[in-house]
């Protein structure tokens, strides 16, 4: 019997919560509550480049936009982290389908030189528009979130929670995206977009939907790094940050949703284990992501691929 | 006027012209055959009727005469209720076989986004009927039970019966069939034509394009035949078998 994923969530997400109480070192937290954004953001990639096959280059972008949005919204407006949150994931979200809907219909390497070439515009904007993005050197000053007249400080215990509850639902919703109608056209495209628009599939419309929802989550994140970090800077959102979440994606199996996770965790945590190495740790790092792809190149979780030509 | 009425439809790509002046119709729950040497414009045809391929001239008509197909995309001409298979093989791989059917299922489900999100009673509602109509059509197909397997990992001939049972989802009221026996055995093709037929009763009128004559001509009530783009006979098998320009296409001049 398969367990119902309204069921996997707590079953996964559970022990999590318990790492407060057992582990209060504030370094480890730290990690951990980066490392859940990471997940987030591995997660909404994922609806993108593992369920619909869009190959987005510039992720990082849409997380910067939520960054921002939610940055801008605090400093210029006094909107609170709670309206800024939802906000940052609309902007990300229009972003989305302002890129999506004239690069949408060019299909693979474009596409993905597309998303490339708008993760670097966006964040040259980011470097040179002073005037409302403080250029290099950030907005500083963002306001972190207040719970029920609950103060988030320094401390990363609530912002662990924040992440948490946020990969919680997101999952839960993935879920349910991924068990219905649009869930099936997804994967369909994804399969062979010709077949799925001769099965009455609209593929532009429900790619577009992909990207939008891909994005929404990516602002959500931005939201929240903003809020944690006070400041945002363009240089949190650069290309190398696109490509590592790409590579979560991958290593945990494209398309699976936990897969997702648990390579964010994997690719997340890894680096700080092998702090030890010292100087050595980004080629273990690298030797590690190799030796994966040759070993089990369809990812942690993904399935193997169905046997290919028959005819 | 009939269900399915191509006038004059021609399509060039570049310097080939695949289709010149087709013109013929299929009425409705009729069985019929497209049959010609390779190269003939077949597959092309097919493209052009399902909106893959913009058509230069002509028209195709729908449902007497009540819908223009030609300038629709796929997923519109699918609408309309014409649904197709592929020559070669475009089942979805990676779902499971009743995944692939419920994909069939798109069109004619109401259920979006929010729907999926909230899990709204319309939804839990059109997801049991998917599922068990899907499991239905299934059964029609002769697949019965394996409706959680890979569809990939299915035998070539059964995911054939896969992209039947994912087009008939659809509800459709034509069905193109682009070489629906080849690559099969005596027996499998015999199953397959008595496939072909208990469609036809259900209502359903099949265009379908064969190689294998000895499949098409019982099967059909009229076979069109095309060569170089052009229709070069239209009429019962009887007919078509003797017709010495259909001879000579196929076996060359004597």
Request: with cysteine.
């Amino acid at each position: 019997m398969r367990l119902s994923y309204s069921r996997q969530v707590p079953l996964f997400l559970l022990p999590f919560a318990l790492i407060p109480l057992v582990d209060q070192n504030t370094y480890h937290l730290d990690v951990l509550t980066s490392v859940g954004i990471y997940v987030l953001l591995a997660m909404g990639l994922n609806v993108a480049v593992g369920l619909t096959g869009l190959l987005n280059l510039g992720y990082a972008a849409f997380f910067g936009i939520g960054a921002y949005a939610y940055a801008l919204a605090n400093l210029h407006w006094g909107w609170p982290f709670w309206m800024g949150l939802p906000l940052a994931g609309l902007v990300s979200m229009l972003f989305g389908f302002l890129i999506g809907m004239p690069s949408i219909r060019v299909r693979g390497d474009y596409l993905a030189i597309t998303t490339l070439g708008f993760g670097e515009i966006t964040r040259i904007a980011f470097n040179n528009l002073d005037a409302w993005t403080g250029g290099p050197n950030g907005l500083l000053g963002i306001a972190r979130p207040v719970f029920f007249g609950y103060k988030f400080s320094v401390n990363p215990t609530p912002y662990f929670y924040l992440v948490l509850v946020l990969i919680a639902l997101t999952a839960f919703l993935l879920f349910r995206l991924c068990d219905s109608k649009i869930g099936r056209a997804l994967v369909a495209i994804r399969e062979d977009e010709l077949a799925a628009s001769c099965m009455g599939v609209p593929a532009l419309h429900v790619k577009l939907v992909a990207f939008g929802i891909s994005s929404f989550i990516a602002g959500i994140a931005g939201a929240v790094f903003a809020s944690k970090q006070t400041i945002v800077t363009p240089d949190s959102f650069d290309f190398v940050l696109s490509v590592l979440l790409l590579a979560m994606v991958v290593l945990g199996g494209m398309g699976n949703i936990w897969g997702a996770a648990l390579g964010a965790l994997a690719l997340g945590v890894l680096p700080e284990l092998l702090r030890g190495f010292a100087t050595y740790r980004m080629l273990i790092f690298g030797g590690l992501m190799i030796l994966m792809m040759i070993f089990r190149p369809q990812g942690l979780l993904g399935k193997k691929e169905a046997a290919s030509g028959t005819s | 006027m009939a269900l399915l009425e191509v006038r004059s439809v021609s399509k060039r790509f570049g310097g080939v012209q695949a289709l010149k002046q087709v013109t013929f119709s299929v009425e409705r729950g009729q069985i019929v055959g497209l049959i010609g040497p390779n190269g003939a414009g077949k597959t092309s045809f097919f493209n052009c009727v399902t909106g893959l391929v913009p058509i230069d001239e002509g028209q195709i008509l729908f449902d007497d005469g009540s819908e223009t197909l030609n300038g629709l995309p796929a997923h519109r001409v699918l609408e309309k209720g014409v649904a197709r298979t592929f020559q070669n093989l475009r089942i979805f791989r990676n779902m499971t076989v009743l995944e692939n059917v419920a994909v069939g299922f798109h069109a004619r489900t109401r259920s979006g986004l929010w729907d999926a999100f909230a899990r709204t009673p319309f939804f839990r509602e059109e997801e049991k009927h998917i599922r068990q109509k899907s499991l239905e059509f299934l059964k029609f197909i002769g697949l019965e039970g394996l409706d959680g397997e890979v569809a990939g990992n299915l035998s070539y001939g059964s995911q054939k019966r896969v992209e039947i049972a994912r087009a008939l989802a659809s509800d459709p009221k034509l069905l193109l069939l682009d070489e629906p026996v080849a690559g099969m055995n005596p027996s499998e093709k015999e199953e397959l034509s008595s496939l072909v037929r208990r469609i036809r009763e259900r209502g359903v009128a099949v265009l379908l394009i064969e190689h294998d004559m000895r499949v098409v001509m019982p099967l059909s009530e009229k076979v069109v035949v095309m060569d170089e783009g052009m229709m070069i006979a239209e009429g019962p098998p009887q007919k078509i078998k003797n017709d010495a320009r259909v001879v000579r296409a196929y076996l060359g001049e004597a």
